[in-house]
T-cell receptor, first 114, second 113 residues
């Protein structure tokens, strides 16, 4: 158990819908990262938040957005869903904003878009 | 841009034998970290081993060790005395100073009894 929690574990929805994925980092970690794992794109970095502020962006679509709240939990919002958004979405956390600190991964949320 | 390449989509090893998974990477930085993550069927990402680029000594963690060749930008993982529980997808990952992990495509490791 990494100490990072993600809810829900599974999510099934239809095209065009909007969903919210939730992540709680390990106690004491201020950075949260979101990654997407899909069959065709592999594991890709989406976005990082540190202590409530966006710090880095990767291959995140404009239909996707994220935020980190004062209690440090983070939410990833996916809207206008397409079939290709079906993937496993991981949240990871680490202590620092910019460093070589190890990232601890949550169990992931599996999103299926029908 | 940084890239990580795992050229072996799938590998097999007999139980108790040794197997080596290959990884090459590209970065313009002189300081960075490299990782091997294991993803079993449960899909959890589990850190296996890490290597700091400034350290010449290869990292080891019990049955897992790496062969880090900085000049060649190569970072292979050796698993000794393979066990059935080692069967999983293995990802090589690069972390430069900053934020994101860049992952390779992964290698599926099958362990035969």
């Amino acid at each position: 158990d990494s100490g990072v929690t993600q809810t829900p574990k599974h999510l099934i929805t239809a095209t065009g819908q909007r969903v919210t994925l939730r992540c709680s980092p390990r106690s004491g970690d201020l950075s949260v990262y979101w990654y997407q794992q899909s069959l065709d794109q592999g594991l890709q970095f989406l976005i990082q938040y540190y202590n409530g502020e966006e710090r880095a962006k990767g291959n995140i679509l404009e239909r996707f957005s994220a935020q980190q709240f004062p209690d440090l939990h983070s939410e990833l919002n996916l809207s206008s869903l397409e079939l290709g958004d079906s993937a496993l979405y991981f949240c990871a956390s680490s202590v620092a904003r910019v460093s070589y600190n190890e990232q601890f991964f949550g169990p992931g949320t599996r999103l299926t878009v029908l | 841009a940084q890239t990580v390449t795992q050229s072996q989509p799938e590998m097999s090893v007999q139980e108790a034998e040794t197997v080596t998974l290959s990884c090459t990477y590209d970065t313009s930085e002189s300081d960075y970290y490299l990782f091997w993550y294991k993803q079993p069927p449960s899909r959890q990402m589990i850190l296996v081993i890490r290597q700091e680029a400034y350290k010449q000594q290869n990292a080891t963690e019990n049955r897992f060790s790496v062969n880090f060749q900085k000049a060649a930008k190569s970072f292979s993982l050796k698993i000794s005395d393979s066990q059935l529980g080692d069967a999983a997808m293995y990802f090589c990952a690069l972390l430069e100073y900053g934020n994101k992990l860049v992952f390779g495509a992964g290698t599926i490791l099958r362990v035969k009894s």
